[in-house]
């Protein structure tokens, strides 16, 4: 699976952006996929992920109730809608696909390490 983000940018604080992770390659529906940051001097942390029918999802803490992650199966797109952007929101953003998940339409991990595919990353910058 080749992964490719777009949507990043500069916004003011509580705005919103969203961000597009194409896939091309392996069987992109039956991948679980996630969307991870990492903010400069920081660790790469998980902010949402998706089973592969979209039925099952997890957001951190940070982020419930202001993004929201999303697919689309027929155009192999995940998506991710940030509502009301925080400066702390500041993070290099990466989508991941976890392949052959087609045994479980709930399953997906928070865990990186599960994640097989890596897209480039995205800068998402939001000044106060």
């Known amino acids: 699976v080749q992964l490719q983000a777009s949507g990043g940018g500069l916004v003011q604080a509580g705005g919103s952006l969203r961000l597009s992770c194409a896939a091309s390659?392996?069987?992109?529906?039956?991948?679980?996929m996630g969307w991870f940051r990492q903010a400069p001097g920081k660790g790469r942390e998980i902010v949402a992920a998706?089973?592969?029918?979209?039925?099952?999802?997890y957001y951190a803490g940070s982020v419930k109730g202001r993004f929201t992650i999303s697919r689309d199966n027929a155009k192999g797109t995940v998506y991710l809608q940030m509502n009301s952007l925080k400066p702390e929101d500041t993070a290099v953003y990466y989508c991941?696909?976890?392949?052959?998940?087609?045994?479980?339409?709930?399953?997906?991990?928070?865990?990186?390490?599960?994640?097989?595919?890596w897209g480039q990353g995205t800068q998402v910058t939001v000044s106060s």
């Open positions: 991941a696909a976890d392949p052959d998940t087609y045994y479980s339409s709930s399953y997906y991990s928070r865990e990186s390490y599960m994640y097989d595919y």
């Open positions: 390659g392996r069987t992109f529906s039956s991948a679980a």
């Open positions: 998706a089973s592969y029918s979209g039925g099952s999802t």
